[in-house]
């Protein structure tokens, strides 16, 4: 990699980890193509959502790459990208600056939506301010006790499709579960490739993921499990008269299914970050298949014809 000049715009550019933000934007996409298809759609809050899920996403990997370094995680054999603390390209003094102007900016973005709903979303915002800390730091991280998962489908499901659509519509829905379980577990898949790639030195470190935990090939299945659930529980969708919410996304089982069979080929090391990438491409497609489905499934001036 070329060299990073320390504290430089790049620095924190690479330290925000881009490439994690479709785990972010994916289920405000989802959130808000439902809110069009109910009727429901406002675009200010559709906004506001997307920059609050942005801000915290990139908050809690500020937070991963700032603790994770003074626990001594991010060690010289690391296989996945680079961690700007590790690297030096950012002190730990920089970094903890960095993570409070971004959490600020997140919680003066997010009490906009308080105009749109109720006191409740303070105590979410708060959530999930609080479990961003608590994936990686204090006394029982719980990312080092196999919890990330579970903490994926909730705050990347529930939290952000659920959110999105109780902010422009202040309901909730069979359908706005289902979709938020859909993302949840197919937002998981990205955890569970780091992971994977990681099982190793998860080991060393003392990191009890679900994978050091149950080995290798739960891990695999693990991945492969998730995407097709993901998939097939769109099919719930059909009886609900979304056809194309129920079809669509079926489009997206064999680029997981060649996903995961690439992964199992290359088992380890850092050509594992290939999978990441493809994973990261598969999670968006199915978002927005989905998203597109219930677009195609509207009954509103915003449907697609």
């Not at 979303?121 to 990312?143: D, K, M, N």
């Not at 149950?214 to 695999?220: D, T, V, Y």
């Amino acid at each position: 990699m070329e060299t990073v000049k320390p504290h430089s715009l790049q620095a924190w550019v690479l330290a925000s980890r881009p490439t994690t933000l479709t785990g972010a934007i994916t289920p405000v996409m989802v959130g808000t193509a439902l809110a069009i298809m109910d009727g429901y759609f406002q675009w200010q809050p559709m906004l506001i959502c997307f920059l609050f899920a942005g801000l915290m996403q990139i908050a809690a990997n500020f937070i991963n790459d700032l603790f994770d370094y003074r626990k001594g995680t991010d060690r010289e054999d690391r296989l996945g990208p680079e961690r700007a603390c590790a690297q030096g390209w950012i002190s730990p003094k920089a970094m903890r600056n960095g993570i409070i102007v971004t959490i600020a900016l997140a919680c003066l973005v997010g009490s906009m939506l308080l105009f749109y709903a109720g006191w409740e979303l303070i105590i979410v915002g708060l959530l999930c301010i609080l479990f961003a800390f608590l994936y990686t730091t204090g006394p029982y991280p719980l990312s080092y006790h196999g919890w990330g998962d579970l903490l994926v489908i909730v705050f990347f499901g529930f939290v952000s499709v659920g959110g999105t659509y109780y902010v422009q519509s202040l309901t909730w829905t069979p359908d706005v579960t289902v979709a938020s379980l859909v993302c949840g577990l197919l937002i998981d898949t990205l955890l569970v490739v780091n992971n994977y790639r990681d099982r190793e030195a998860d080991a060393q470190s003392g990191k009890r993921t679900l994978i050091v935990r149950f080995g290798e090939a739960f891990g695999q299945y693990l991945y492969l499990a998730l995407g097709f659930i993901a998939a097939f529980i769109c099919l719930w969708f059909l009886f609900e008269g979304h056809v194309y919410a129920g079809l669509f996304p079926q489009f997206y089982v064999p680029l997981h299914f060649a996903t995961w069979r690439k992964m199992v080929h290359i088992h380890s090391g850092k050509r594992l970050n290939l999978i990441l990438g493809e994973t990261s491409r598969n999670m968006m497609l199915l978002g927005s298949l989905l998203a597109i489905g219930f677009l195609f499934d509207a009954h509103s001036p915003y449907v697609i014809s």
